[in-house]
């Protein structure tokens, strides 16, 4: 053989590789660069599920629906699907619509906009909104549209702590074979379920270290990584004169799924005596860290907090 020559094919492998490690590095870098911006300093959006609730979803090319219910997994509270009712334009179909689609959300206008056609909707895997969604319905579901797999990773979205797309991921028609496959997990089965509605969740009581001390009357989530940070709760049915409080989905132990229970190492005497919560005010980094003191609790936003991820 010819010395200084390489196989072509070796030479097209090698480039290949070569272009799918810096796709990573850029990806790696852009997410790190909104970590930083997002928990040096600068405020994060923290704000109630209740809030997207019944908000228009604008694709590219018209309306899809309205936001009805929203799915988050039960392992990392990340809000994994907007569950849209699409009205007469399919029929009444109700269809899923990921965070990664999401461009922008404007509270005031209470519009979601997504970077989706109509046509790209309508062409979705069915999917049945009114049975469990299996991990195997959303693995065609991220294939469809050319999503990573959220789950599998370090991080509440897979390789990085917000739902970002890499460079070269663009979403529905990208080049089939680019990335990895999504796959489901090797013991997945049809009844392989880790989506939770907040409507089914709202409700659930919360048990202290020591009894009973409210229940769930609400959900904070931050509207750029697309997470749960808080559930509210409502303790007034435990004590007379009580008030509604934080409880961060960080310091919560179990879940009790079938017992409708959330559990947490917090004393009744620590939730009954921590700062107040008001709805109508909006959610401070202020009070946030007021908070977190008060329980003597590290902030998601500091460093190498895994939380924040």
């Known amino acids: 053989m010819q010395q200084g020559r390489t196989h072509p094919d070796f030479t097209r492998f090698g480039a290949f590789h070569c272009a799918q490690r810096a796709v990573r590095a850029l990806y790696q870098l852009r997410t790190e660069f909104v970590t930083r911006s997002k928990y040096e300093g600068v405020s994060n959006m923290l704000r109630s599920i209740q809030s997207l609730k019944g908000s228009a979803v604008a694709a590219s090319d018209g309306l899809l629906g309205s936001v009805d219910e929203v799915y988050f997994d039960d392992e990392a509270w990340g809000v994994r699907y907007l569950v849209v009712d699409t ?29 989706l056609t109509r046509d790209q909707v309508r062409n979705s895997p069915s999917i049945d909104t009114r049975q469990p969604v299996s991990r195997q319905h959303e693995v065609d579901y991220l294939r469809y ?11 509440s979205w897979g390789m990085g702590g917000f ?4 460079p070269m991921q663009i979403g529905p028609g990208i080049q089939p074979g680019l990335f990895e496959p999504v796959e489901p997990d090797a013991d997945a089965s049809p009844e392989d379920v880790h989506l939770r509605s907040t409507d089914a969740v709202a409700g659930y009581h919360i048990e ?34 009580g008030k509604t409080v934080l409880l961060a989905t960080a310091w919560v132990d179990s879940v009790d799924w079938f017992g409708s229970s959330v559990f947490t190492d917090l004393t009744r005497e620590a939730i009954k005596n921590c700062p107040d919560y008001d709805d109508l005010v909006p959610l401070s980094r202020t009070y946030e860290t007021a908070l977190h003191t008060f329980h003597s609790k590290d902030g998601y936003w500091t460093k190498g907090n895994s939380a924040a991820r």
Request: charged share 20%; glycine share 14%.
């Open 208 to 241: 202290a270290r020591d009894g009973s001390i409210g229940h769930v009357s609400g959900f904070i989530f931050d509207d750029e990584a697309w997470v749960i940070r808080y559930l509210t709760v409502d303790t007034r049915n435990w004590w007379p004169g």
């Open 163 to 166: 739902p970002v797309l890499g």
């Open 145 to 155: 549209y050319g999503y990573p797999a959220y789950w599998g990773g370090r991080d």
């Open 87 to 115: 009205g007469s334009w399919l029929k009444g179909h109700r269809v899923l619509i990921s965070p990664y689609s999401v461009k922008h959300t404007d509270p005031g206008a209470s519009t979601v906009s997504v970077d």
